[in-house]
């Protein structure tokens, strides 16, 4: 089965601009999670997604950051504006169902300056 | 906030050696779960144990979790080069939320 794909791979951005990323899932998988790793770090769950609906974004800094996954399947994530500190990769999972391991894509490696 | 440390943070070896990483939590847990992040890759899941087991096998792997303790080891054994990774422990609580919790991670270096 394809993995997790996310895009771009690496990004390099100057603080107070904006960035996306975006995560198309494993086929047929419902939940899908973004999560943030900071260098020397373990991922932090930043929001989690069950079908189109938010189970929980308790963790996301919300003034600046916004997710959305339309139509249940592929998902977007976005800082508006970004601060020196957002440098991390970010990570998307997605599993089926849940409580199951988590499939993670390669991540996006972003760089504030 | 991150429920797991493990420990050490940092562990170098000789191929052909076993390696033993540790973990420990705070929460109730409805399971916990290893995996290995290869630099500038994701996370590759490895083993899930829940919580009503005390120890699971996999290949060369051998994970035990002591919920009275609140802890839980994995053993790699006979390492060999491609298990220079970063290993992290995660856990999933009985609550609601289903997202896992992830520790710092242990950096595993096996020299050949």
């Known amino acids: 089965e394809a993995g997790v794909a996310q895009s771009p791979r690496y990004k390099i951005i100057e603080k107070r601009q904006s960035v996306a990323f975006w995560c198309n899932p494993i086929?047929?998988?419902?939940?899908l999670y973004w999560y943030q790793q900071i260098l020397g770090q373990g991922p932090k769950l930043l929001i989690q997604f069950q079908n189109n609906g938010v189970v929980d974004d308790s963790q996301l800094p919300k003034d600046r950051f916004s997710a959305e996954r339309l139509k249940g399947v592929d998902s977007t994530l976005k800082i508006q504006p970004a601060k020196l500190e957002d440098s991390a990769v970010y990570l998307c999972a997605s599993s089926f169902p849940t409580r199951t391991p988590l499939h993670f894509g390669n991540g996006t490696r972003l760089t504030v300056t | 906030s991150q429920q797991g440390e493990e420990d050490p943070q940092a562990l170098s070896i000789q191929e052909g050696e076993n390696a033993t990483m540790n973990c420990s939590y705070k929460?109730?847990?409805?399971?916990l779960q290893w995996y290995r992040q290869n630099s500038g890759r994701g996370l590759v899941h490895l083993i899930l144990i829940r919580s009503n087991e005390r120890e699971k096998h996999s290949g060369r792997l051998r994970v035990t979790l002591d919920t009275s303790k609140k802890s839980s080891s994995l053993l790699i054994t006979a390492s060999r080069a491609a298990d220079t990774a970063s290993y992290f422990c995660?856990?999933?609580?009985?609550?609601?939320?289903?997202?896992?919790?992830f520790g710092k991670g242990t950096h595993l270096i096996i020299q050949p």
């Open positions: 929460t109730s847990i409805n399971n």
């Open positions: 995660a856990t999933q609580s009985g609550g609601g939320a289903d997202g896992l919790t």
């Open positions: 086929s047929g998988h419902a939940t």
